[in-house]
């Protein structure tokens, strides 16, 4: 069997599946900063929650003619 070979998404460094410790990653300090890259994106984005658009009531009628 040919080891996987799997690309850490870091550094894009060749690396064995099977025995890589932080695989994806080819080590942890990869790893570490694919996370911080991560979560600098989410801080990045405002961490309010929007509220859901309110919808305006509207008068909702019967049929017309209706009695
Ligand atoms: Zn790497």
Redesign the pocket.
Known sequence: MSPTRVK?P??Q?DLDWQSAPFRP???ER?RLIDLGAWLSEQRAIPGESAPAPENPVTEERGPKGET
């Open positions: 850490c870091t550094c460094r990653f080819c080590s990869c």
